[in-house]
Nanobody, 119 residues
């Protein structure tokens, strides 16, 4: 069994910064790609950033230059550094990861962490 736990969300003023963390735990052989998604109220869940096991990164156009995804493979943890936050960045942020466990490659989700950008 594999679990993903996000942390670091909260309330921040426009222009502020937050760093989210996503820790994978359980019977893990290897964590492959890790992703951050966000879901604004009443909208679909959108991909924000991706990082491969070799640390290649990709970003949604709306966050490029403001957000940075990184990972610590020794800790099976991904991070999302968010700068210059705007009200449109508000939403629940979810971590997603492809994990090799018990000989299978599984797709796992965290429970989400709320980010609210408001003055």
């Amino acid at each position: 069994q594999v679990q993903l736990v996000e942390s670091g969300g909260g309330l921040v003023q426009p222009g502020g910064s937050l760093t989210l963390s996503c820790a994978a735990s359980g019977n893990i052989l290897l964590v492959n790609v890790m992703r951050w998604y966000r879901q604004a109220p009443g909208k679909q869940r959108d991909l924000v950033a991706t990082i491969s096991a070799s640390e290649d990164t990709n970003y949604a156009h709306s966050v490029k230059g403001r957000f940075t995804i990184s990972r610590d493979n020794a800790k099976n943890t991904a991070y999302l550094q968010m700068n210059s936050l705007q009200p449109e960045d508000t939403g629940v942020y979810y971590c997603n990861a492809e994990v090799w466990s018990n000989g299978d490659l599984g797709d796992y989700w965290g429970q989400g962490t709320q980010v609210t950008v408001s003055s």
